[in-house]
């Protein structure tokens, strides 16, 4: 129930957006991720996007478990 | 480009297999074996899809909470939903019945709603709350909307209120049986079940944020992890509870940034307690847990079909006879213990509601052969 998946917003209509999900388009509502922009990359939940994919944030997460595991498995 | 370059690393077999080292090394370093449970049903396809059980170390195992809205949505409501249905047609009235494709299968003792279209009533499975909104916009019969599901779910349906009532639809109602998770681990560790850290469902969290899950750590002392849904994030979120353990550390720790912010998603949650206020509420085969309910508020009753057709629910079994979804929901047994699993109890002629969802922990066990 709680599936989500992530796609990338291309189209906005009022509270309404175009999202694709490689290659897949459908309708999702934006209103709960108010600031969203053609480009962003929102997950979405059944037919409305709960929230934007934070890029920075994911690749800081993923520099700081490489960093983590190369001090655990040194 | 970018995100799916992101999303390709966090299935990395590479870090995937270093996760796995650093969890070994940990794990030697404990006193006692360790379990750890998540409340998902989308967790629980990450970690039996990954076979990521058969990874971990003799010591560290992993059990599936009640993550699944479906499996837990009360039999008296479904029945409810149906005697609507019955009523409604007594009295001329044409209902179409919405809801989604697992909720469409549900058994119960009085039957499913399949069971119902195959009567002749109108149910129609929707992917989304928004579809059966467009349905009420573009037909002129009376759409109900049945509506389980956990905090995720319940922020589209807020969403759709908002709709409904900017745009003035009375053709549209619903029939809410929205329940919230935190209550219900809570109710779990009361009822003794024990485990040594809790694997947040990363989309509730996403609506309720890392300060949702607060309290459960600062009143029972469970070390907590929010997680996301591929299989790095699950191993890190194995690998972060064992290193609190091993540290002494008793704390909320957010692995899946990407998405979940610390506050979570302020305008989903003013949307829903706009409409909804909470109350006790029954959990299928789990009971009546405090507080994990979410009814209309008063002033939106009118939006409720409750408010037009309300027939009497006679109390009826939550189980069938020998079927184990209690325990499992509770996280005191898996799937394979039962003896109806695989043999009477298939996807296909499912005994309890557990093997029917795509969430619920019997099918997805069924679904990639699962033996541990």
């Known amino acids: 129930m709680c599936l989500a998946i992530p796609g990338k917003v291309v189209e906005i209509r009022g509270n309404t957006a175009i999202v694709d999900y490689n290659g897949i388009r459908k309708e999702a509502r934006i209103d709960f991720v108010k600031d969203v922009r053609v480009g962003d990359y929102v997950i979405v939940h059944t037919g409305f996007a709960i929230e934007k994919i934070d890029e920075d944030e994911a690749i800081k997460s993923l520099k700081a478990w490489d960093e983590v595991l190369r001090d655990e498995n040194e | ?372």
């Open chain 2, 1 to 372: 480009m970018r995100t799916n370059d992101i999303l390709s690393a966090y299935r990395s077999r590479d870090i995937a297999r270093r996760i796995l080292q650093s969890i070994k090394k940990e794990a030697e370093k404990l006193s006692r074996p360790v379990k750890f449970m998540h409340v998902c049903g989308t967790h629980e396809d990450t970690v039996t899809r990954g076979g990521i059980r058969s990874l971990l170390p003799n010591n560290v195992s992993i059990v599936a909470g009640p993550g699944c809205p479906v499996c837990i949505t009360p039999v008296e409501d479904i029945v409810k939903m149906m005697e609507i249905m019955r009523l409604a047609k007594e009295s001329g009235e044409k209902i179409t019945l919405t809801t989604f494709g697992d909720m469409y299968r549900i058994p119960t003792p009085r039957g499913s709603f399949a069971d119902m279209r195959a009567q002749g009533h109108d149910v129609r499975i929707v992917y989304s709350i928004f579809d059966a909104y467009k349905i009420s916009l573009k037909e002129k019969n009376l759409v109900v909307h049945f509506s389980p599901g956990f905090e995720t779910t319940t922020a589209p349906t807020a969403g759709i209120l908002e709709s409904v009532e900017n745009d003035g639809v009375e053709n549209f109602k619903i029939y809410s049986v929205h329940r919230l998770t935190p209550p219900a681990v809570e109710a779990l560790i009361k009822a003794g079940t024990s485990f040594d850290g809790l694997i947040d469902p990363g989309h509730v969290s996403t609506i309720i944020g890392v300060r949702g899950w607060e309290y459960i750590t600062r009143k029972y002392g469970v070390p907590q992890v929010v997680a996301g849904f591929e299989p790095v994030d699950m191993l890190a979120a194995i690998y972060t509870l064992l290193k609190m353990i091993n540290d002494g550390e008793v704390d909320i720790k957010n692995e899946y940034t990407r998405v979940v912010k610390y506050q979570g998603n302020t305008a989903a949650q003013e949307a829903i307690y706009k409409f909804f206020r909470v109350s006790d509420a029954k959990w299928r085969a789990l009971g009546i847990i405090p507080n994990s309910g979410l009814e209309l508020r008063e002033k939106y009753n009118w939006i409720d079909i409750r408010s037009r057709y309300n027939p009497p629910t006679p109390s009826l079994p939550d189980l069938e006879k020998g079927c184990i979804c209690g325990a499992v929901l509770r996280g005191y047994a898996l799937p394979t213990e039962c003896k109806l699993f695989g043999k009477v109890c298939t996807p296909e002629t499912p005994v309890g509601p557990c093997m029917v969802s795509y969430e619920g922990t019997c099918h997805i066990f069924y679904k990639y052969g699962a033996l541990i």
